[in-house]
Each structure stands twice: as C-alpha cells, then as structure tokens.
C-alpha cells in the first residue's frame, strides 16, 4: 500500500499529478473498451443481417446469429463501457482524492483479469453456456471470476476516496455507490435467479438485475464522471452542488426500485407492477436534476460546442439522455406497454441509452484524453473526429427513430391481430434501415480509430488544437 | 451524514439497495413459497409424451441411436432437459417469449393469459419470460405444428415460412439431415411448452381434450381463466 502522506492534502501545489495517475492504464483500458465496441459493433451488425435474411454464415454453429445477439450485448455493457469507465476511473479519483489507487500491480492484475471475463464470456456464449439472465449472459463457471473482479475494484479505488480528508465532491459519492452497487446487483442477478429461486419471483429478480445495471452500475459512474468532466473542461464548476445532491439521493432511492417495470402485465402480482412503474417516474424527475444541472452549467458557453469536441459529445449525450428519460416514462406506463412490449421500440430505447448517452459520453471522455495519454499535442485530424461524431450521431438518431416507429407498427399490428408472418414483412424495411444507421455507426468509429492510430504514430510532430484541451485544473477546487 | 462517506457507503449503497431488494424481490419471492417449484421428475410424470414417442416412430434408427433406452420416462426427461438447454444456449428465448400477456389480444392469437404456477418448475429456472418477439411466443407452441414441421423448420426455416428470419440450425441434424440428438431434443422441449394446459392442445383439433370445433369456444373460455 503505497498511500500518499497525510500532508500532501494541506498544500495542494505541491502535489504532482504525474506521480497520481497511471495514464498507461488509462490508455490501455481505452484500448481494450475500443477494442470491445468494434467487436459488440460487428456482431450487432451480423445479427441484422440476420433479420434481412441476408446471414452470412448460416451453416456455422459458431457464428450462429443468436449467440452473437448475445456477444453483442454484453461486448457492450462488460467490455465497451466497462473498460472505459474503469479508465476513466483510474484518471478521475486520483485527481479528486489527491491520492493513488490502492496498488498499480493490483491494477495491471485486475486489467488483465477482466479482460480474461470478457474473453472467456465471449467464448462462453459461442460456443453455447448461456446462462438465462438477460445481460447476465456470462456463463455460470465465469461469474464468480467477474465477483472477485468487482471486489478487487472495489478495494482499488475505495482506498483513496476513504483516506481523502475534507468534503466530498459529488462525483465520489457516486462512486462509491456505484461501487458497492456493482458487486451486489451482478451477484444477485447471476446467482439468485439461477440457484436459489425460479419462476415468476426470478423474474422479479431478473428484471431488477436488468435494470440495476443500468441504473446502479453504468448511471452513477456516468453521472460522477460528468460531474467531473464538464466543470473541467468548461473551466467552471457546476451550477447547483445542492441540485446534484438531490440528484444523488434520488437515484439512489428510486433507481433500484424499478425492476419489474421491465415485465409489466407478466404473472408477477400487479400491485409490485403497479409500484414499479411509479417508481420509475419518480426516476425521471430525479434525471432531470442532472439534465438541468448539466444545461444551466453549460450557459453561456454555447461556443464550446462548436470548439469543444468533448463537450459536444456531452451534450448530444445529454439532449439523447433527456429524450431517453422522457420517453420511458411514457413507455413505462401499463397503457404504452400494451403496445409497445416485445417490440423494436424498446431495442431503440435500449441502443439510445447505452450508446447515445453512455457511448457517447465515453467517447467525449476519449476524445479529450487519448492525445495527451499517447503523448501527443492534439489530434492527428481533428477533422476526422467531426467524422466520428457526425456519423455516430446521426447513426444513432435515425436508428432510435426508425426502431421506435418500428416498435409501434409491429405493436398495432400485432394488437390488431395480423397474421405474424405478415408483421414481419413490414418489418423489413425498417430493420433495413437499422442495419444502414448502424453501419454508419461502425464507419465513424473506423474513423476515430484510424485517428487515434495516427496520432500515436505521429504524436510528436503534432501541433496543439482546440479538440485535445491542455487543461489540467486541480480538481479539489471545484469540491467547495 | 447525508453528505459523509460512511453516509452514502451505508445509507445509499447498502440501504437503499437492500430495500429495493426486500420490495422488489424478495416480496414476489416469499408470495410464492408455498407453490412448489416442480422437478423434472414431476414434469415429466405429468407430461405428454406423445410427441416424442412420434419422434421415435419417424425416425427409428436415429432416435436408437441417440436415446438407447427406447421411449421411456428417463429418455423424455433427458431430451426435456437438453433441449432446454439449447434453447438457452442458443439464445432462442432472445426472439421467443414465452409469456400471454392479457392485452393486446395475445390470449386470442397465442392461448390461454400466463399463470404464476407454470413458472414453477426447475425449467424456468432462471424464468425464460422473455423481452423481445421476433418470433411468435412459444409458451402454448406445444403441438401447434407437428413433428414433421419442425424438423423442417429448425433445418431451413424459409422453406416452412419464407417471410421467416430465424436463423437456420444445420447442426441439429445429422449427415443425412435426419434430426439428431439435439435436434431431437429440442423439438421435444418446444412440443413439451403449454402441454401442462387442460387446453392442450390449443391449436389443434386432435389430442386428450381436442375437437375442431372448440376452438372458439376455448378462446372465450380463456379470456375468463384466471
């Protein structure tokens, strides 16, 4: 345990951030999430050829569509976003605690242990041990691997923010959260269901797994990094520390009590249905604490998102963010899910959180990190990240439109009793669609990747520009 | 203590999660411990096993070949269960739900509105109630088509229904294209889904409580059963 000394906090001037953050792991956890998105991304993009009827590979049992569907979901959730928050965890909590993580072997054995959790799930699911556990796909033997993992996280980085003396920002409280959080929900949602109860109470059980991961794993650890991103990046701090407060303890509250909203009208008793959905309400309303907090900051600085590329993933982020919000709570209502359930509205719903908001905010994180961890000035082609966005962005915007269309004519179609091979023909043009938005998803991504290669290649003939900001405030200023 | 670590650490982390869980989980948990979970044992026992007796009849060879002790309780439970299993592993419970809604008209189009006590049973252990329907549900799929169609179908799903965008399972057959072990199975376990139904079965006019001509009158059954 190397901890700094307790006086390093009393002076902060004297602190060098060097000696806090590794940025190796930084970087290689990028890599490693960039690496998962391309792969989630392909096999996304072979399971709608699926639904064009177009596969590729039908004879091979390996690349059975079904099993990608799988690999492509948790690609997303375990190694995409998984690794970028860790990386940007690994960046942010040294800066807010003044102090290391507790140890960097630990570090490189975690990094490397949960990437053998995401290789071997990846493995797991093609070649056939699924476990029933929708985005708890892991297979059983894999589990108490990815538990362990967690714990070790958990210890890495509750060891600095417990020893930092003075208040808290709010950033580490979500953290923290977020950190018990974790472990719990993956530990209840892949064993419970499995071992210890079946039936409808498991779907209960399910249900609150799918959404605990949502809102108790990726939420916080998203909201806190926002928290500290956009005041540093804007050089301000945020609007309302006592909005964000209310913002945390909503979420903690009424988050977890939403599970069962995903089995609405299923044999699960319908007064905890009735409760789930007005929890989730209640959720909105907390989000829109974040969203207001991260607008009113934003005020007055509408150029930066002409200047700021992260900054202008931020907020994409966030208006899909608030549209995301708004529209579960309609979508959660018993009258939408009449509708709406079983149907491509909810996939849409589904890619524009976990992409359009949480992507898209790792990707903003990126895209102000990656120069200066490879050692670079700036970017290779700043030009190239408008590529990125602007095909990621509008990608996204028409695959949440035409899915969520989609939604609701196979869910008419379906109430109106229509022959079900004929629902899948109107279909067909919009899972076309789908497949054409989310190619050009895959082409942007190309192009950050092409980028980044570049500035690695070239980084120190690289001049300085306004897409790779050189700030580098010390955090604790903005914790008042 | 609202803004301390040990605060959100206690408070948030743990408390609030635990609640969720009570209210959430264990609630629905407790309703039904008094409802047996059903082993494979009893499923089988009360089983029909008709379907899989025709399997054995169709094809003889293979059916010796994979399931040497013939159509017994044993063999229809072990076929139960793989095919179970491959319907998890293959990730059919993804495009299949298994689950009639009472809305939308579902008990019209699939059967019967989803009762709590069928779900208690070691195979849907965890629940395969489902999210997303590519497919149609196939909680009452169970003698909805025959054997023949199946094995037709699993084989190249477009030649049964051309607008279909099931992927194909080539490895549920043999050389010869004759259904093996696991094809077997699965087609035993998708026959086996709803056959636990007084209705069964509810999509055709032949079997224990069939006749052509109940249909209609089943449905308006249905839609009172609780």
């Given at each position: 345990m190397t901890a700094a000394s307790p006086s390093i906090s009393k002076d902060v001037s004297n602190v060098s951030l060097n000696d806090l953050v590794n940025e190796k792991l930084v970087l290689w956890h990028f890599i490693a999430s960039l690496t998962y998105v391309m792969i989630a991304m392909l096999a996304g993009f072979l399971f709608s050829l699926q639904l064009l009827q177009i596969y590729p590979f039908p004879e091979m049992e390996l690349f059975s569509p079904g099993r990608w569907r799988m690999v492509h979901t948790n690609g997303v959730a375990y190694g995409f976003i998984a690794n970028a928050f860790l990386g940007a965890l690994y960046w942010a909590v040294p800066r807010l605690t003044l102090r290391r993580v507790l140890s960097v072997k630990l570090s490189w054995f975690i990094f490397v242990a949960w990437q053998v959790v995401v290789l071997s799930t990846v493995v797991g699911l093609l070649t056939g041990y699924a476990q029933a556990v929708e985005w708890g796909e892991t297979p059983i033997f894999i589990d108490p691997l990815a538990v362990v993992g967690l714990i070790l996280v958990a210890c890495n980085f509750l060891t600095p923010i417990l020893k930092s003396e003075g208040p808290m920002y709010v950033t580490l409280w979500y953290f923290i959260a977020a950190f018990v959080w974790t472990i719990l929900v993956y530990a209840m949602g892949n064993y419970i269901p499995q071992f210890f109860v079946g039936g409808t109470a498991a779907g209960a059980i399910a249900g609150l797994f799918i959404h605990d991961l949502v809102g108790l794993f990726v939420t916080p650890l998203g909201w806190g990094l926002m928290y500290y991103f956009v005041p540093i990046l804007l050089k301000k701090p945020i609007w309302s520390h006592g909005l964000s407060l209310v913002g945390f303890w909503g979420l903690a509250f009424f988050y977890p009590l939403n599970g069962i909203h995903h089995f609405l009208?299923?044999?699960?008793?319908m007064f905890l249905q009735y409760g789930a959905v007005i929890a989730t309400i209640a959720v909105e309303l907390v989000v829109t604490t974040v969203v207001v907090n991260f607008f009113l900051t934003i005020r007055g600085r509408g150029d930066a998102l002409r200047t700021n590329m992260p900054i202008r993933w931020f907020y994409i982020g966030m208006v899909f963010y608030f549209t995301t919000c708004l529209q579960c709570a309609f979508q959660v209502s018993l009258t939408f899910q009449k509708i709406v359930h079983f149907t491509d509205w909810v996939v849409g719903h589904s890619h524009l959180v976990m992409f359009g908001v949480f992507g898209f905010w790792i990707f903003g994180i990126m895209t102000h990190l990656l120069p200066r961890l490879m050692g670079a000035k700036g970017w290779y082609r700043t030009a190239w990240n408008e590529w990125h966005f602007w095909l990621t962005g509008i990608g996204m915007l028409v695959m949440f439109f035409d899915l969520t269309i989609a939604g609701l004519v196979q869910g008419f179609m379906w109430r109106d009793l229509a022959v079900w091979e004929a629902t899948l023909t109107a279909s067909q043009p919009f899972w076309l669609l789908r497949t054409i938005s989310g190619s050009a998803i895959i082409i942007g991504q190309f192009f950050f990747i092409f980028n980044i290669l570049m500035t690695a290649v070239y980084r120190h003939s690289i001049e300085p520009n306004s897409q790779s900001s050189g700030v580098d405030p010390v955090a604790p200023a903005l914790a008042s | 203590m609202f803004e301390s670590k040990s605060g959100v650490f206690l408070i948030a982390g743990l408390f609030f999660f635990v609640l969720s869980f009570v209210v959430m989980g264990l609630l629905p948990w407790m309703m039904y411990i008094n409802e047996p979970e059903q082993t494979l044992e009893d499923l089988v026992a009360d089983g029909v096993i008709h379907e899989f007796a025709e399997l054995a009849e169709k094809f003889p060879d293979q059916f010796a070949q994979h399931f040497p002790d013939g159509v017994t309780r044993n063999s229809f439970a072990e076929a139960l269960q793989r095919g179970h299993d491959i319907y998890v592993a293959e990730a059919c419970w993804h495009c299949h739900s298994q689950q009639i809604r009472p809305v939308s008209g579902e008990d019209l189009r699939w059967g019967p509105v989803s009762h709590a006590r069928e779900y208690q049973n070691v195979l849907q252990r965890p629940v395969l109630f489902g999210t997303r329907r590519v497919g149609p549900d196939l909680i009452r799929e169970g003698a909805r088509h025959s054997n023949d169609w199946h094995v037709a179908h699993f084989h190249t799903p477009v030649n049964v229904v051309p607008t279909s965008v099931m992927p194909r399972y080539p490895w549920f057959y043999d050389d010869d294209d004759y259904p093996n072990r696991d094809g077997m199975s699965i087609i035993t376990y998708v026959q086996w889904l709803g056959s636990w139904l007084a209705e069964y079965p509810y999509y055709r006019g032949e079997g224990p409580s069939g006749d052509t001509l109940g249909h209609v009158e089943k449905v308006t059954e249905a839609a009172v059963t609780p």
């Open positions: 009208y299923s044999p699960i008793p | -």
